[in-house]
C-alpha cells in the first residue's frame, strides 16, 4: 500500500492511478485561519501570511476545486472544517 498526501493530486488525468482517494473538505476562510496560526513563523507576519493566501493559495485552490471538483469525484470525503468534529459524508459501500 502506498499512501500520497498532497495538493491538487485529485485532477482528473492521475485518476488512473489510484485505487481508493479520500478528500478532506474546508473552506477557504477556515483554511486562511489555520494558516495565521500555522505559517506565520516561516512567512514572518500575518499580513504575510494572508497576502500570500489571497494572492496565490486561495485562488489556487478555487481553480482546482472548479476545474477538478475533488468533492465530487472521491471515494471518500470527510467534513474537515473542525477537526475535532469530523463527518464523514461519504463513504464507499
Known amino acids: 500500500m502506498l499512501i500520497v498526501d498532497g495538493v491538487f493530486l485529485l485532477r482528473g488525468e492521475l485518476r488512473d492511478y489510484r485505487d481508493l482517494s479520500v478528500f478532506l473538505q474546508i473552506s477557504p476562510a ?10 506565520v513563523a516561516p512567512f514572518g507576519s ?6 500570500r493566501y489571497e494572492a496565490r493559495y486561495l485562488p489556487g485552490q478555487a481553480l482546482y476545486q472548479a476545474s477538478a471538483a475533488p468533492g465530487e469525484r472521491v471515494d471518500v470525503l470527510i467534513d474537515y472544517e473542525r ?4 463527518r464523514v459524508l461519504r463513504w464507499p459501500v
Open 83 to 86: 477537526p475535532e468534529g469530523l
Open 30 to 39: 477556515e483554511s486562511q485561519r489555520r494558516a495565521l496560526r500555522r505559517d
Open 46 to 51: 500575518p499580513d504575510a501570511v494572508r497576502e
